[in-house]
């Protein structure tokens, strides 16, 4: 969740992994998160209220709870503190302006977060505001979809490809044992909108490349740029975007994004906010209106099938075969040393 849906005060549900957390944030400025289950009578803490420096205050009945999942204050009766199970509580650790809350069943390793200083305000790069998105598919189909650079030309046909970028090729590459890359680069193409915009808007051929990688679990880095036709990398521009998935239920997740645009043309003031605007048009109707539809629509065929087994295309699948292969070993070694957990896996999720 970013930070800023979390002003002090604040209390917010959410739904990881199956699991109903409640967040809020004292006045000291902290977040906290814990199982959004009242034990005395399983009202969510969600419809209670920020109450003290550090606690939450039951609406039903008014229990406070602390951000341990102790209850710490009975306003019934002598105030004795009732005897009850404590509520599950999740390690929370903010970073550039992202809640990220470890579900994993063993001690939080920051070290799995992934390298955000391109995404800060004092960033050398032009950085975009960051947005997320609700979707009712499960979030292995949003990771296929984006490691799949294929697709963009005809599903993004005229905003991100067009028939011409679908003679581009792609290469991948495994990194270690939790990371899959693919690239792929299209020489001299008619510039698709995007493209033009974020360069030279000057409607002119391009050489575009489209550059992914997948880390466990949910962790998509995007490196998408142009440039002349035939010339240096370096001389075009490029935009580093940064995608987690968050998983809510098997059916649903939430897809967070930070972009940052390196070698930015130089242009006036209302010129940036003219293509920043335009451009956030684009990627809403990417999300929404291209890959969202195709991406719902399919996960209808997998279910009223029972069974997804694909198949596997030579020359474009290789990354969304291997993430998954990779994603389930992980998985597998987190079950093994967690047999009585019923959780997938050990993830530090946005
Ligand atoms: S349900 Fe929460 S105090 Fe009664
Ligand atoms: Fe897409």
Excluded at 36 to 59: E, F, M, N, T, Y
Excluded at 317 to 330: E, G, S, T
Aim: proline residues 7%; charged residues 20%; negative net charge.
């Amino acid at each position: 969740m970013f930070s800023e849906l979390l002003p002090a005060g604040a209390v917010e549900a959410r739904v990881i992994l199956e699991e109903s957390i409640v967040f809020w944030r004292g006045q000291d400025g902290i977040a906290y998160a814990i199982e959004d289950r009242c034990p005395h009578r399983w009202a969510p803490l969600s419809i209670g209220k920020q109450v003290g420096a550090d606690r939450i205050r039951c609406k039903y009945h008014g229990l406070e709870f602390d951000g341990t999942g102790h209850c710490v204050h009975n306003p019934h009766g002598k105030g004795r503190i009732p005897e009850s199970e404590t509520l599950r509580s999740y390690p929370v650790h903010e970073y550039c302006g992202i809640i990220w809350l470890w579900m994993g069943w063993e001690e939080p390793n920051l070290a799995l977060l992934p390298d955000l200083s391109n995404y800060l305000p004092d960033s050398p790069h032009h950085v975009a505001k960051p947005g997320w998105i609700a979707i009712d598919v499960p979030f292995e189909l949003m990771i296929d979809n984006v490691l799949d650079l294929s697709h963009v030309a005809l599903v993004h046909e005229g905003v991100l490809g067009n028939e011409e970028s679908l003679a581009g090729e792609t290469s991948f590459e495994q990194r270690g044992v939790d990371s899959v890359a693919a690239y792929r680069f299209t020489r001299n193409i008619p510039a698709p909108e995007y493209f033009d915009l974020i360069y030279k808007a000057d409607g002119r051929k391009l050489d575009i490349w489209n550059n992914v990688s997948w880390k466990a679990p949910t962790h998509l880095m995007l490196e998408v740029g142009c440039t002349d036709v035939g010339g240096q990398r370096s001389d075009g521009t490029e935009i580093l975007a940064h995608h987690v998935l968050t998983p809510v239920t098997k059916t649903s997740c939430m897809y967070h994004y930070l972009g940052a645009q390196c070698n930015a043309p130089s242009r006036s003031a209302e010129q940036m906010d003219a293509v920043a605007k335009r451009l956030g048009e684009l990627r809403k109707l990417a999300f929404f209106e291209q890959d969202g539809p195709i991406v719902a629509a399919q996960f209808k065929v997998i279910q009223r099938n029972g069974e997804f087994r694909p198949l596997p295309l030579p020359g474009i699948d290789q990354a969304a075969v291997l993430w998954r292969r990779l994603y389930k070993r992980i998985l597998k070694q987190e079950q093994a040393r967690h047999p009585l957990q019923n959780v997938p896996a050990a993830t530090a999720v946005a």
